[in-house]
């Protein structure tokens, strides 16, 4: 069953026309509202942590990030709060002494955002609390009176925790940063011709078009999210194995399976929206 | 009732403002996209297992497209006398393989093998993030192509086995 949600309606992919370069429904960490930088450099699966020269409005000299005795050594732990500098504050995205919130660290992954270990299989329900946590204390709207660096920070932290939760919060956008994590794109310009898969989607696609109501699309529907549900567990074993050729073909197939299930909820709403209009049409008389 | 919306748009477009080009708003599909996507060409299906048919079966992964393009041979000339496609995707992908279908009719499959994506974009003005949709009906033309000789083949093979066999 099609159930609205608040910003991330899958319809509004389809409503939204083309989509950026990926071309694909699935959101991707490209596909992002705001207009972050941090979005722009999902590119890179990995990028070391950064570190250099840090000008604070608050003090008069340069700030070295990183504490210098560690300085061959470099992880979360040794950063600075470039406010506060309270030793061993990691401030993470944001400093709990002084309540700034910190520049965004690309080499933060989203599992780490949400407290995650890195595997596929994550608890899908606890995300949502953790997201709104996050705003909390990110979002650009509480952060008014503070400096427009900080307000800056903020819009790209607050950005990129969006990303985040939209990529872990789906199976397929999980599944494909994951790969990506480990170095592995997903081709999309890459053509599929594997027959049995293609005569399957294939016949899936007519079904959708020719369902006579809705109550075949939704049964077409829950057929669809089954095999997304296998199809994902094979992503599972295959990423586990690390046998990542297999990963892709599985990625591969729950885009079309969840393309399927796109369109089974879209002719339902088109099939309704006729119904109205004919209504309409034949009272108003 | 994209049909309607973007019968709408032309309207206004070629009505109201005569002298304005249609590129003028960036996000228009092009006049021959609309074409094809309002009055599509040979959208259909031959018998799959007619050995004078080839198909050609492509898909997108990452936008979850799926083009199937068949072609008719005739026996004698080797040559493509029809054609028909069935495309689930966006416009651009639908009005990619709707030209494939026109373009090789009439031809031999050689000739057809030389129909580049390039040629299908610039004649519909597909823009830069379009342009896999061109390349996937180039794929299913091969694809139909490579599937017409297989079977070609393998039908000879059987003709000259049945030869040997009555000779």
Partial sequence: ?285 | MLRLVAKRLLGTASGDIPSRPLQILPRLYHENVIDHYNNPRNVGSFDKNDPNVGTGLVGAPACGDVMKLQIKIDEESGKIVDACFKTFGCGSAIASSSVATEWVKGKSMDEVLTIKNTEIAKHLSLPPVKLHCSMLAEDAIKAAVKDAEAKRAKTNATLKGADVKSG
């Fill in chain 1, 1 to 285: 069953m099609y159930k609205t949600k608040q910003l991330w309606t899958p319809l509004s992919s389809v409503f939204r026309g083309v989509l950026p370069t990926t071309c694909s429904l699935a959101s991707f960490t490209a596909n992002s509202q705001f207009p972050s930088l941090s979005s722009h450099r999902q590119s890179s699966s990995r990028v070391p942590p950064r570190y250099g020269l840090n000008f604070s409005p608050y003090s008069k000299f340069p700030l070295l990030r990183f504490c210098s005795q560690s300085a061959a050594k470099l992880d979360s732990t040794t950063k600075r709060c470039w406010n506060c500098v309270a030793p061993g504050s990691m401030p993470f995205l944001y400093c709990d002494s002084c309540r700034s919130i910190q520049p965004v660290d690309l080499s933060i992954d989203y599992f780490q955002i949400f407290g995650l270990e890195k595997k596929y299989e994550i608890e899908v329900d606890g995300l949502e609390r953790k997201y709104k946590d996050w705003q909390k204390k990110l979002h650009p709207d509480l952060v008014h009176s503070k400096s427009e660096k900080e307000r800056e920070y903020a819009a790209e932290q607050s950005a990129r925790v969006i990303d985040a939760y939209r990529t872990l919060r789906k199976p397929l956008s999980r599944a494909i940063y994951i790969l990506r994590l480990e170095g592995v794109d997903v081709d999309e310009e890459q053509t599929v011709s594997d027959p049995e898969l293609l005569t399957e989607i294939m016949e899936i696609r007519e079904a959708v078009e020719e369902a006579p109501d809705s109550q075949a699309l939704n049964q077409i529907q829950s057929r669809m999210n089954e095999k997304l549900e296998e199809t994902s567990d094979s992503f599972a074993n295959a990423f586990q194995k690390r046998n990542f050729d297999e990963a892709v073909t599985c990625i591969q197939k729950m885009t079309y399976y969840q393309r399927a299930s796109l369109c089974c909820s879209c002719n339902v709403i088109m099939g309704s929206a006729t119904l109205r209009i004919e209504e309409m049409i034949t009272t108003d008389v």
